[in-house]
């Protein structure tokens, strides 16, 4: 589909885009959730939890958007707190003790930004993610299946592959906050939107994502079993690739993989930027 990034936005955030539940009910087996961070407590915005894919034993990780306003309200609307995040680090850790792959499910505006989630440790939370997953010695596929906005989608994507969603979208934050902070005027979201370079096709030139899964026309949410499909066939494929690999071989290519991304020097036009170019050191 020829969409501009402001519409492929507003596709990400459909109401009735498939959901990380609804994902996991139709792509995994034998789903077993587990909860808590065994340090502070539950949140509701990370699910995750050991499951078959295809027979495979894997353990997955979502971040979680609701059906109705009561569901929204206990993950704050998918943006995970300090205990989410350190749910998924015991998550990944005993993935790796028991040699589970791992499988992530983006799908977020952020870490929730409340006073209480400072307080708690957001930030220390993300990092320890962030540095928890670079090291594992399992295969990790990150999926970004709509939104992917700030360290709160980050935390869950330093993956041995990471894939996008055609509609998806993947930036350092959402269109209106990037608005807010370069205009003065979140009213210009899709303006900002059409700069930051956040669609699938923008970061696979990039190099930022490993691969492009197709979507229905008109979105997901229009054949989600469609959409799942391809989500099914894209997976299998790269855990295919991976899994013969060795744990060091896997930390050593996915740490020199993002090492990679700083080093560049132009950036060819991407699809949402028309003719402009950018340089950078």
């Known amino acids: 589909m020829n969409l501009s990034a402001h519409e492929r936005v507003l596709i990400a955030r459909h109401p009735q885009r498939p959901n990380a539940r609804e994902y996991i009910d139709a792509l ?35 971040t ?12 704050h609307f998918g943006m995970p707190s300090p205990e989410g995040y350190r749910k998924a680090q015991r998550l990944m850790r005993q993935a790796e003790k028991f040699r589970r792959p791992v499988i992530t499910l983006i799908d977020t505006s952020g870490a929730y930004p409340g006073m209480q989630a400072e307080e708690r440790g957001q930030g220390e939370a993300i990092a320890r993610c962030l540095s928890e997953m670079s090291a594992l010695r399992v295969p990790i596929v990150a999926v970004i299946t709509g939104e992917g906005n700030s360290g709160g989608a980050l935390a ?35 303006q900002a939107a059409g700069v930051m370079r956040l669609t699938a096709p923008d970061l696979m030139a990039l190099g930022v994502i490993d691969g492009i899964i197709p979507e229905p ?18 997976i299998t494929a790269q855990l295919d690739m991976l899994s ?18 700083q080093a560049y020097t132009t950036l060819a036009p991407c699809a949402s930027q028309g003719d402009e170019h950018e340089q950078a050191d």
């Open 217 to 234: 026309a008109g979105g997901a949410h229009a054949d989600a079993a469609g959409a799942m499909r391809a989500l099914d066939a894209a």
């Open 156 to 190: 869950l994507a330093v993956a041995d592959r990471v894939l996008m969603m055609e509609n998806a979208v993947y930036a350092i934050l959402s269109p209106e906050g990037f608005a807010s902070i370069l205009y003065k005027d979140a009213s210009r979201a899709a």
């Open 244 to 261: 013969g690999k060795s744990g060091e071989t896997l930390a050593a290519e996915r740490y020199d993989k993002f090492r990679r991304m």
């Open 64 to 75: 979680r958007k609701g059906r109705t306003l009561e569901e929204n309200l206990r993950g």
């Open 28 to 62: 995994f087996t034998s789903f077993f959730e587990m909860k808590g961070d065994r340090l502070c407590g539950e949140d509701g915005a990370i699910l995750g939890g050991v499951a078959l894919y295809h027979g495979r034993p894997v353990t997955v990780i979502a």
